[in-house]
């Protein structure tokens, strides 16, 4: 791994190039970016980590048009998401740190918290985004407040609350595909001491990608339907109590990830010459069903010298997935078949037939001293998840030729405290730790097995660990301008299994992995408020990194744990109002990681693909020493501009554009000339009018440029990926009362 130097002219040049999306439109300019990272109110400025914000207009803007969650990949610096499983199952990496695996049991390094409660499996954390205060993206390990699976950080998603003055939106917009996004809420008191807010949100899309093989049981692709609401009551009994229940719910129809056989150029990568994005030519049929309700209680009470939280909650998910996996139709053996070559024929379904998962958080945080301010804690996590994998045999019959099952139950308590201690007029000094408890319990069969393979299991594991996790952290007031700070942070991901065996016999297993990461900056605001510009240098390591083998010859799912990930970087975000009517954001930022384990090994592509690492001649795996994580952009930048022209006293005119760019990924363990993608450089533009910042009309786009790049592959069987979302473009009429 080349080794990050910074000398003062890159450095400053690094901090003139840009910021991340943090203050949002109609905000003063003096205002303070209010944030709970710390599980408490403080200010942006303040809080001693690699944090940004995304809310407001910015929130607004980018998720137009009826995106999904993926919208936030690369918004702020260091920040990556992609996905091969539709609207749902995002997977997200944050300073490279990530997990490309597709199993419904992933156990990922990047942890979603929605409104206080943390959303363990993959699907939950595809909930729709909708009336939202704000977004904080927390680069690095958190592994004192929040705990298991954070090695790379958090991502919380903080719903507006009810309030106590009559209010509410509308969002109405239709776009291209006939893609229709609609959006309200309404808020309002219910009495004395209640009061509610009741969220909406309904999108759709036609099937713009048409399936050109011969006799397709589908006509085409990427159509989908969607619903999800969110009812919340606050209870104010007394003036020291707040009582909030949160009950929200999902059902997505449709919207499935095309797969397209032979997409990539063999020997080059790449698309292949003359590729459309709005065909394709599969013979299998594509489902995506998903269902999901969940209910949370959060009651903060005065209590002492401080404030009393509960955050009792409930979730539970259920999907049916099935896809072409293979891309194509037929096979060489059982002609008409293509696009390409297709060795054989491969669909199948993985299905979430049942699924809980209650937790409980209990924390109290107090002013001990007038210089020293505590936060005790506990937390309780119980999970119970039920899968079914299938494939079919599409050439003869279409039945059914392989089923397994996964049934899994997880345990996971901990108790934690922090400290923050005013040690002077201008140092302050934070210290964390947390212990933690896991118990997981496996057991996997194989009641159906393909290509006359047979039965198999049970196969069951039982993983326990204790691990202890923490940080500390100085945080330095030079002024009132500028904050330096420096902080130490230890983290974990909890041990996995991984039994996905419709194809193969081994059930693995990763052990549990640490991280230990430094992180070194500043945050600093100039121009009384109009400009913020903070930067931070990270250096991390880790030690029995969690890996996934995904695909290979053998289309196999393994987890391996590597000895060690290195990993280095800067992160710059800075935002400037020039004027009343101009709002200027960026970021950018460097990731460098290089996985260390000179024995490691994985099976590469099935396709012929050309291999570009080592290989042991012996096994004929790919030896993966020295090189990158997968899936890890080393340079992500962004930027947004707004520019405003007032009209009247009431009314505006308004130009909002953004950028967003990622450079290239390699999508697997093993590097190879084809399974990977060049840099990806999406715009997006809005324009309009608004009246009394409570009427609004605008015209968007996203995707600008109709930019074609792919986003991952399939390496078991042919040259198969997938892509980026195409141009969407529309117009939205907003109101406010």
């Known amino acids: 791994m080349t080794s990050l130097k910074l000398t003062t002219a890159a450095l400053s040049a690094v901090l003139m190039a840009g910021t991340s999306l943090t203050p949002a439109h109609a905000q003063d300019v003096t205002d303070e970016v209010i944030v709970t990272a710390q599980k408490r109110e403080q200010s942006l400025q303040d809080v001693p980590l690699s944090l940004d914000v995304v809310r407001g207009e910015e929130l607004d803007v980018i998720s137009s048009g009826g995106e999904d969650i993926l919208f936030l990949s690369a918004r702020v610096p260091s920040l990556y998401a992609e996905g091969s499983f539709g609207r749902t199952f995002p997977r997200f990496y944050i300073r490279g740190l990530g997990n490309t695996d597709f199993d419904l049991n992933a156990n990922q390094p990047v942890s979603l918290v929605y409104d206080g409660v943390v959303l363990e499996n993959p699907i939950l954390k595809g909930f729709p985004v909708f009336d939202l205060d704000r977004v904080e993206v927390l680069r690095g390990p958190q592994g004192t407040l929040f705990g298991r699976n954070t090695p790379a ?14 209010e509410g939106y509308i969002r109405a917009g239709y776009g291209r595909f006939d893609t229709v996004d609609l959006e309200g809420a309404v808020s309002g008191p219910l009495g004395d001491k209640v009061s509610a807010r009741l969220s909406g949100l309904f999108q759709s899309r036609g099937d713009y990608v048409d399936n050109v093989a011969p006799n397709p049981s589908e006509s085409g692709f990427e159509e989908f339907e969607e619903y999800a609401g969110r009812l919340q009551f606050l209870f104010e009994p007394t003036g020291t109590t707040d009582i909030l229940l949160n009950l929200h719910g999902r059902k997505l129809d449709g919207g499935s990830r095309t797969f397209r056989a032979n997409a990539i150029q063999p020997g080059t990568g790449g698309l292949v010459p003359g590729f459309d994005r709005f065909t394709a030519a599969q013979d299998a049929t594509q489902i995506l069903n998903v269902e999901n309700l969940g209910a949370s209680l959060t009651i903060d009470t005065d209590f002492g010298k401080g404030t009393l939280t509960s955050i009792s909650a409930f979730e539970s998910v259920r999907v049916d997935a099935r896809g072409d996996v293979d891309g194509g139709f037929g096979a060489v053996f059982a002609p008409p078949s293509g696009p390409g070559f297709i060795p054989f024929a491969a669909e199948s379904q993985d299905n979430i037939t049942g699924h809980s998962q209650w937790t409980q958080e209990l924390r109290y945080n107090f002013d001990a001293t007038d210089a020293l301010n505590v936060t005790l804690g506990g937390f309780a ?38 400290m923050e201690l005013q040690a002077s007029e201008r140092l302050t000094a934070t210290a964390g730790l947390r212990l933690s408890l896991e118990n997981k319990d496996f057991v996997a069969s194989r009641t159906i097995g393909p290509f006359g393979s047979g039965t198999l299991g049970p196969v069951s594991q039982d993983l326990d660990d204790t691990v202890v996790t923490g940080d500390l952290a100085l945080n ?3 002024n009132e301008a500028l904050n330096l700070f420096a902080r130490y942070s230890r983290g974990f991901r909890a041990p996995n299994v991984q039994g996905r065996i419709v194809f193969g016999d081994a059930v693995t297993v990763a052990d549990t992995e640490t991280i230990d990461s430094f992180d070194v900056g500043f945050k600093s605001r100039f121009l009384d408020g109009r400009g913020t510009l903070n930067a931070t240098v990270f250096y991390f390591e880790t030690d029995n990194q ?17 000895d060690a990930v290195k990993g280095s970087g800067l992160e710059v975000d800075a935002s400037f109002d020039p004027t009343d009517h101009v709002e200027l954001t960026a970021g950018f930022s ?7 384990d000179t024995a490691l090994e994985v099976g590469p592509c099935g396709a012929p693909c050309t291999i570009l690492d080592r290989v042991n001649p012996v096994t004929g795996n790919a030896l993966i020493n020295g090189n990158s994580l997968p899936q890890a952009p080393k340079y992500i930048a962004n930027v947004s501009a707004r520019f405003g022209l007032p009209v009247s006293n ?22 190879s000339a084809e399974f990977r993608s060049d840099s990806l450089t999406e715009v997006g533009l809005r324009g309009g009018y608004v009246h009394n910042d409570d009427f609004e009309i605008a015209a968007y786009v996203r995707n600008a440029f109709g930019v074609t790049e792919l986003e991952g592959a399939v390496d078991f069987n042919n040259f198969t990926g997938f892509i980026n979302e195409p141009s969407i473009y529309g117009v939205e009429v907003t109101k406010r009362f």
């Open 590 to 596: 460097i990731n460098d990681t290089e996985i260390q």
């Open 153 to 166: 950080g958090v991502i919380t998603f903080e719903s507006a609350r009810p309030t106590r003055e009559a």
């Open 476 to 478: 330095y007031a030079a």
């Open 650 to 671: 009431a009314g505006e005119l308004f130009v909002f554009t953004d950028m967003a760019y990622r450079s290239e990924v390699n999508f697997f363990l093993y590097d």
């Open 381 to 418: 996590f119980f999970e119970n998840l039920e899968i079914e994998s299938l494939s079919f045999d599409t050439l003869f019959g279409g039945g059914v030729n392989g089923r397994a099952v996964q049934d899994q139950d997880t345990e996971a308590f901990a108790l934690f405290t922090s």
């Open 546 to 562: 969690q890996l996934t083998a995904v695909g290979g010859a053998g289309n196999f799912n393994q987890l391996l744990n590597a």
